[in-house]
């Protein structure tokens, strides 16, 4: 008998576990709740333009996600990117060795892992329910689909607290990892502006992050596309201000900090991830009840970066698989 399992989310914890779940020969159909996949490891578009306004980055420490990033280096779907860095106002300059990023935008790095598999975009799940055949997932719209022998949820803390309906106990747990909103602004200049570095960390109070875009290999735009992140104390004061009147601030700050003339951006739009960083996690790979057959992944579970959030969705993927096989 074929083992039906469902995802929610497909971030890259999401489709970590559907393709443990697939290659181990369950039927897997993955809910997310955005247009597009990839979550937090995200490329938006403005006309032409790529911005990664999410994740800016990834590493490998673990031997698994390392044979992944081969992997997509391998496929053409990453490559390594050696900026020069700035950090701090004190300007210590240095390199960086082993980060490497989508191709051609940091979206690429999931493309993989949705291969093959059957994936509803669009579909926000509400919260599931247990009934006597299996697992039932119902959406906003009071429609459903199922039954599942499994459910592996896979979307940030607060968010799975919500869908997680009978299981009291799993979703108190979660509350005790905590993630952090986040502004990214997103600039095109059609001169090239910013001054020598191709990123400038932790430059002040309000700006956590600030990167020629168009430095990643790929990109390639005249001009130059600029992705500041603002930090999380500053987001967390503005997270309901307009998304303009923050573009407009954060731009200020950077040629504040640089000392620029004024310059007026071709291209320039806010975003603001809600559940951006992780603050504090739950030091575990994963959350699972072999006895309700539901768990829950992330990179808040274990750490705060796309490694983390693979390695917590890959691990629940496994569980997944031996306690149904
Ligand atoms: C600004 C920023 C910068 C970062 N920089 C780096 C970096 O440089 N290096 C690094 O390693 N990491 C970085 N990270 C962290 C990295 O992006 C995350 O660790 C990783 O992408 C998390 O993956 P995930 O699958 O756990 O969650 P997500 O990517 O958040 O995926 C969750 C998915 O679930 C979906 N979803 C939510 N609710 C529902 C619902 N009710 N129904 C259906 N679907 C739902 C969401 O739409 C989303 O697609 C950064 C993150 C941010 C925000």
Same mark, same amino acid.
């Given at each position: 008998?074929t083992h039906r399992t469902a995802v929610i ?14 290659? $181990? ?15 937090? @490891?995200?490329?938006?578009? &403005? !006309? ?14 673990? /031997? ?13 779907? /990453? ?14 300059? #240095? ?20 291969? !093959? ?15 006597? %055949? #299996? ?21 940030? *803390?607060?968010? *799975? ?8 106990? @799993? *979703?108190?747990?979660? /509350? ?7 502004? $990214? ?17 932790? @430059? ?11 430095? %990643?290999?790929?990109? !390639? ?19 309901? $201000?307009?998304?303009? $009147? ?9 040629? &504040? ?10 291209? @320039? ?33 274990? !750490? ?22």
């Amino acid at each position: 008998m074929t083992h039906r399992t469902a995802v929610i989310g497909a971030g890259l914890a999401g489709l970590s576990c559907a393709r443990v779940l697939r290659r $181990a020969g369950h039927y897997v159909e993955v809910f997310e709740a955005d247009r597009i996949v990839g979550g937090r @490891m995200a490329t938006m578009r &403005n !006309g032409l333009v790529p911005y990664d306004h999410g994740a800016q980055y990834i590493t490998a420490r673990s /031997a698994q996600f390392r044979e992944f990033v081969d992997e997509l280096v391998g496929s053409g779907y /990453a490559a390594a990117w050696t900026p020069r860095v700035t950090t701090g106002p004190n300007n210590q300059q #240095g390199t960086v060795a082993n980060w490497y990023v989508g191709v051609p935008g940091m979206a690429s790095i999931v493309r993989p892992l949705a291969e !093959g598999v059957r994936i509803h975009t669009e579909r926000q799940v509400h919260t599931i329910s247990k009934g006597p %055949k #299996g697992w039932q997932i119902w959406f906003a719209d009071k429609s459903s689909a199922g039954p599942f022998d499994a459910i592996a949820v896979c979307v940030p *803390a607060p968010q *799975a607290q919500l869908m997680l309906g009978p299981l009291n106990e @799993m *979703a108190s747990h979660l /509350a005790r990892a905590r993630l952090a909103p986040c502004w $990214a602004l997103m600039v095109r200049l059609d001169e090239r502006t910013l001054p020598e570095q191709d990123v400038y960390s932790d @430059m002040s109070e309000g700006i956590r992050w600030i990167a020629r875009n168009n430095s %990643k290999p790929g990109r !390639g735009t005249r001009g130059e596309t600029v992705v500041v992140h603002a930090s999380p104390q500053w987001s967390r004061e503005v997270e309901d $201000a307009d998304a303009e $009147a923050v573009a407009e601030e954060l731009w200020n700050e950077v040629t &504040n900090i640089f000392g620029l003339p004024a310059v007026q951006p071709s291209q @320039m739009s806010a975003h603001l991830w809600k559940y951006g960083l992780v603050e504090r996690h739950l030091s575990e790979s994963f959350v699972y009840s072999t006895e309700a057959r539901v768990g829950v992944a992330g990179d808040w579970c274990l !750490g705060r970066l796309a490694e983390h959030a693979f390695e917590s969705g890959f691990g629940l993927g496994r569980s997944i698989v031996n306690s149904l096989d």
